[in-house]
């Protein structure tokens, strides 16, 4: 099949108005936005909870900070197990979407304010992108207005990704968009250039589900490719696309892989401990826009939100489902995208590093919007068979009678929710017998529309914010920042520092995880989505920095060598939390020892080095050795032997063991204390200047990727462009 037999594609208007189009676009773009208002006024930072507080906004903040002072780097020594920033991968560094969004937290003091506005860009960017598929594969306007505004409110993206997760949001629009312009270059004829922007843009963020629900679309276009269409041309370039991709693939995600070995992520079995996971019985109670799921989480057993929610219209399939039987060619890719993620959702929520299942709900909701609209188009009727619109009833009614079983308490606003469902299909097959036919679809398009807002309003009764915490940071930048004004850089917390959420005002006194990266301090507490397995182990530390309150003793516990810690890392400053231990006692006063003085707060003890020491990642000790002329920089530290004693000797420099490290001049031995890099050294090395650096292990292979995707990209939208003005001129 040539390009120029697919370069257009029929669309349900034929001569109606690009502004019909439009109107119908920004309706569900209002509806979205009326949504979101909602949530704001119900809970007012509803979009900056958990991950998004105390993950996400530092490292928009440190991005664009390093931007705007012409700094970069891949690399942060002095944040230990959380600086790795390219095997963390989500920090999204090589993502020009990601600099924009931290260049603009410097411009102003409200996190919470900015994040809700980032949010609201991300979640109209997902709508218009579905709106914009749902057309491609044929839907009219209405419908695809539907399927925007319902892909926006599905369960998963309103509960979870849009509060919280913000790269589960942004990938899922981004994946959207990636899809949408595939179909544009394949089956409308039109320029490439356009899928490789945006399906760079989708990998360099960082978002494993992303991909994977990327690698689910290949898939299906091969199948729809290959047995359905039998278009050989076209699976040509399907593969090209995919090689792009993959090179692409590659580049970002190799360093994490490779360097997953020293981390508690670098596990390969495959578990099913149900934690985030669903099951047929959740499914099959997605239409239940006020019900509560079983799905087990961070809260316990039961979901105290809707997370199952998948669009409470969809039981209207078995109205429309009759098109399936025509349009099941055009619907293949649709079809098997639902359906791996489907198999993905319904499967074990442990496979390797890969946890939490429900992360792909949002692709599934995606694929039933866009299928519904679809189908919706071809086959709505002028009034609805009594027999189908029972059907449509009795499963809503199911839906909602398994919603009530999971959580039987939530009763009164399931009943609610219910009623307003069951009118509004009562409505919709009402309003599509009054009038012409014709305009049956619009009015039933605009009553699910109205309906889907008045049910995400009753909705936030039943979970007025995300089951994810609010940890109390202050939306304030600047008040944040005031934080160290007393500290000398080097820090480190000890104890349950999550205890901050039911203490505000001790935020003046410590910070969390990521919040550290709003300030210019070098902080070992750091959120990490890698935790180094034998440091994290070494000073029971979690991904967000909260640690045991043996941590403290474990910092200045002296090893056989006669090493600390504390001095090993470099830190000046330790922040103790006091609250209570395991048992449920208060922690007692951290000892003071010699060179270190106590300063006691209201909720934290403060314990200083009274000569600091310089930042992380120079030379921290040597054994039988000594050396001279130390540079030290994020990627690279030389220094110069001076003397050797013995048939060797070690210099053990500030920073982690990372893979990827490489020395010129000298060797590297096993890591001392079983994570800081050591350099071993010989005789023969005096006088010798020794040079250690960092790259991302497989650096190589991943400039490689990086530049034959470049090269391909370039090439291919090149030889596209002279193709469509040689065309061109031959037609004149």
Not at 615 to 629: F, H, K, L, N
Not at 690 to 699: A, K, Q
Request: hydrophobic content about 50%; some cysteine.
């Amino acid at each position: 099949m040539s390009d120029t037999s697919t370069a257009s594609v029929t669309t349900p208007e034929g001569a109606a108005s690009r502004r019909g189009v439009l109107l119908w676009w920004l309706a569900s773009a209002v509806a979205v936005v009326v949504v979101a208002a909602d949530r704001v006024r119900v809970t007012r930072r509803y979009f900056y909870v958990d991950d998004t507080q105390l993950g996400a906004f530092g490292q928009w903040y440190d991005i664009g900070r390093r931007l705007l002072h012409g700094e970069w780097t891949i690399l942060d020594p002095g944040s230990w197990q959380g600086g790795n920033f390219l095997a963390e991968q989500q920090w999204g560094l090589w993502s020009p979407l990601t600099w924009l969004v931290g260049l603009g937290s410097q411009v102003q003091d409200n996190a919470a304010l900015y994040a809700t506005g980032i949010k609201i860009v991300f979640l109209l960017l997902l709508q218009t992108s579905v709106f914009g598929l749902a057309r491609s594969y044929g839907a009219s306007a209405p419908w695809a207005a539907l399927a925007g505004l319902s892909a926006v409110v599905g369960g998963q993206t309103m509960y979870m990704d849009a509060p919280s997760w913000v790269t589960g949001l942004s990938g899922a629009g981004l994946f959207v968009l990636t899809w949408w312009m595939m179909r544009r270059h394949l089956d409308e004829g039109r320029s490439p250039w356009a899928y490789f922007v945006t399906a760079y843009l989708l990998i360099a963020l960082g978002y494993i589900f992303a991909v994977i629900a990327l690698v689910f679309l290949f898939l299906a276009l091969l199948v729809e490719t290959e047995w359905v269409r039998r278009d050989r041309e076209r699976l040509v370039r399907v593969l090209g696309l995919g090689v792009y991709s993959g090179l692409l693939t590659i580049f970002v995600y190799l360093p994490g892989i490779l360097t997953a070995s020293v981390t508690e992520r670098g596990s390969t079995g495959i578990a099913n401990d149900q934690f985030l996971g669903l099951d047929l019985g959740d499914l099959a109670a997605g239409p239940a826009a006020t019900g509560l799921s079983s799905v087990a989480g961070y809260w316990g057993p039961i979901a105290p939100a809707p997370l199952q929610y998948l669009g409470w219209f969809l039981p209207l399939l078995v109205v429309v489902g009759v098109a399936l039987r025509r349009e099941w060619r055009g619907l293949v890719v649709v079809g098997v995208v639902a359906a791996c993620t489907l198999a993905m959702v319904l499967g074990p929520s442990v496979v390797g590093p890969l946890r939490y299942p429900a992360r792909m709900l949002p692709y599934l909701v995606i694929c039933l919007a866009v299928g519904f609209a679809v189908l919706a188009t071809k086959a709505w009727p002028h009034v609805v068979e009594r027999s189908k619109a029972a059907a449509a009833l009795g499963l809503s009614a199911l839906a909602l009678w398994l919603a009530w079983s999971a959580q039987p308490d939530n009763t009164r606003w399931l009943v609610v929710g219910g009623l307003v469902q069951l009118a509004a299909l009562v409505v919709m097959f009402f309003v599509s017998a009054r009038g012409r036919a014709s305009q049956a679809p619009g009015r039933a398009a605009a009553v699910a529309i109205v309906a889907t807002v008045l049910l995400l309003n009753l909705q936030m009764h039943v979970a007025r914010a995300a089951p994810l915490g609010d940890f109390g940071a202050p939306a304030s930048v600047d008040r944040v920042q005031q934080v160290q004004d007393d500290l000398e850089t080097g820090v480190f917390t000890v104890g349950d520092v999550y205890g901050l959420q039911n203490d505000l005002e001790a935020w003046d006194e410590t910070l969390l995880a990521n919040v550290w990266h709003v300030t210019d301090l070098d902080v070992a507490s750091v959120y990490t989505v890698l935790p180094h397995r034998e440091l994290a182990s070494r000073l029971c530390v979690d991904l967000r920095g909260v640690t045991c309150p043996e941590a403290y003793d474990a910092l200045f516990e002296e090893q056989a060598d006669g090493s600390r810690i504390v001095d090993d890392m470099h830190l000046n400053t330790i922040i103790v939390w006091r609250g209570v231990d395991a048992d449920g006692d208060p922690v007692e006063a951290p000892e003071v020892h010699e060179g270190w003085t106590l300063e006691v707060g209201d909720a934290t003890w403060t314990v200083r080095r009274d000569d600091p020491v310089v930042p992380a990642g120079g030379v921290t000790r040597t054994i039988d050795a000594m050396v001279s002329d130390v540079d030290v920089r994020d990627t690279e530290v030389s220094f110069t032997v001076d003397a050797v004693d013995g048939e060797a000797g070690e210099v053990v420099l500030s920073r982690i063991d990372w893979p990827g490290y490489r020395i010129d001049g000298a060797r590297q031995a096993d890591p001392a204390q079983g994570y800081l890099l050591t350099v071993e050294v010989t005789p023969d090395d005096v006088g010798r200047e020794v040079t250690v650096s960092f790259r991302p292990p497989g650096w190589p292979i991943e400039l490689a990727s990086a530049v034959l995707a470049a090269m391909l990209a370039v090439a291919w939208t090149g030889t596209d462009l002279v193709r469509r003005r040689v065309r061109s001129r031959a037609a004149r």
